[in-house]
């Protein structure tokens, strides 16, 4: 049976075809949307991205992040989950999160680190009846006057070196405390007296406690904050988001 009428100058359906046409369409209309919605998620414009954050000022970055990133990518969802120091990088390896904001510096073969989103003095946090506590600020060489709190072994040891040194730039030894799994657990103990810690600055703001100070370390490198994913997880919802997430900082 002809389904097309051919002349040398056009191409049109018989009524047969005309009827296989109106019959077939609905599927195939359905089956070409199956497949744009794959293609669609495989570059990474549909779908739901997980994004880990630690501490409060850094779920507040995110929220500013993931509304601009839906103005772009109306059909992508965020949900943003707060992860503890230990978890961040687990969640980012076993893929329970497609990218995470954490300190730099990051330095692993497996984990691409962004541009840089937030910039922080750095503080040390003592107990609030340690003799630092009635100093307007620190240097690095005084690290060497107190024990400090370790960050958790899963995270890596460009990390845990930048922020706890074992030495101080003259070269004095710095004593090592027992690691905290969470920063609140790190408070906590910074607080009854077990060690110092250094933080970032907005630590005053989000995490001001009677028992701890927080003073200025003068010398100190600022702390950095950027967005980290999996080098094998570069979809283009994860550069979306990195790209929403500088333009958001850079323009205000």
Partial sequence: MPLFTRTSRR???TAVGRQLYEEVRPAWDQIAAAFARAIDTGRGLTGTLRVAFV?????QLLVGAA????????????????AQMVDLMPWL????????????????????????????????AVPSQHPFARRTSVA???LARVKLLQLPDTLPVSLR??????ATPAGRPIEPCPSASTFNEMLTLIGAG??????????????????????????????????????????????????AAHDLVTSS
Avoid: N
């Fill in 194 to 243: 077990h060690g110092a810690f250094p933080v970032g600055a907005q630590a005053t703001r989000y995490y001001a406690r009677p028992d701890v100070a927080y003073i200025p370390i003068s010398d100190a490198p600022p702390l950095r904050w950027g967005l980290l994913w999996r080098t094998d997880g570069a979809t283009v919802r994860v550069r979306a988001f990195a790209e």
């Fill in 93 to 124: 390896r076993d893929g329970q999160v497609d990218l995470a904001l954490g300190t730099f510096p990051i330095d692993e073969p497996d984990i691409v680190t962004g541009p840089v989103l937030m910039s922080e003095m750095r503080m040390l």
């Fill in 140 to 142: 690095l060489d005084d």
């Fill in 11 to 13: 191409v049109e359906l």
């Fill in 161 to 166: 070196e930048d922020r706890t040194p074992r």
């Fill in 55 to 59: 501490g409060a000022a850094g779920g």
């Fill in 67 to 82: 509304e601009l990133f839906r103005r772009r990518l109306p059909e992508c969802d965020v949900r943003l989950r707060e």
